[in-house]
């Protein structure tokens, strides 16, 4: 979970995961913390003659596969990331629910919350942890408005960097 006691660094980029005639992705607002980041992946439609419910498809976070390797709705946006040791997380993965005592295993890609209007939906993330040195890849698919597999690396000596000046809000508290 990102620390409640700790202002984050902003990370001084955004970019466009994909983009079609019928959709763009885009990823905003990254923020680093000592344990890790968050970000926004934000998603527009452009649709014609089509009803686009965002509250229902939560502009296609929505869902995850139903049973082992069975199929997936071509309505849910697959996205993940990827870390340069080939770790990787993906928004389809397991709740994060259980025991709290125990340590899960890395990268984990939580859902933060998120919203939306018209035919715009952003969705927050919170990734744990922080990316090793090297190559940070951002993967999305989405079958419904035509996108393909889609991979933007960045150098996650941005977000390293950026970690190092979060600010604890109470370094005082021994916390």
């Excluded at 970000?39 to 649709?47: G, H, K, W």
């Excluded at 849910?76 to 709740?95: C, E, H, N, V």
């Excluded at 890395?106 to 018209?118: A, F, K, R, S, T």
Aim: aromatic fraction near 8%.
């Amino acid at each position: 979970m990102r620390p409640d006691d700790v202002l984050g660094e902003a990370v001084p980029i955004n970019f466009v995961l994909a983009r079609t005639p019928r959709a763009a992705v885009t990823v905003q607002h990254i923020t680093a913390y000592p344990t890790g980041f968050e970000f926004d992946v934000v998603v527009a439609a452009r649709i014609e003659g089509e009803i686009w419910d965002p509250m229902h498809g939560l502009g296609g976070f929505r869902g995850r596969p139903g049973q082992p390797g069975g199929e997936m709705a071509d309505e849910i946006l697959r996205f993940g990331i990827q870390y340069a040791d080939g770790s990787k997380a993906t928004s389809l993965g397991p709740p994060m629910v259980g025991p709290q005592d125990k340590r899960p295993e890395g990268p984990i890609l939580q859902h933060q919350g998120g919203g939306g209007g018209g035919t715009v939906m952003t969705q927050r993330f919170w990734a744990w942890p922080l990316p090793p040195p090297g190559p940070l890849a951002f993967v999305c698919e989405w079958p419904k408005y035509e996108v393909l597999l889609t991979r933007h690396e960045i150098d996650a000596a941005l977000i390293r960097e950026a970690a190092t000046r979060a600010i604890e809000l109470w370094p005082e508290s021994g916390r």
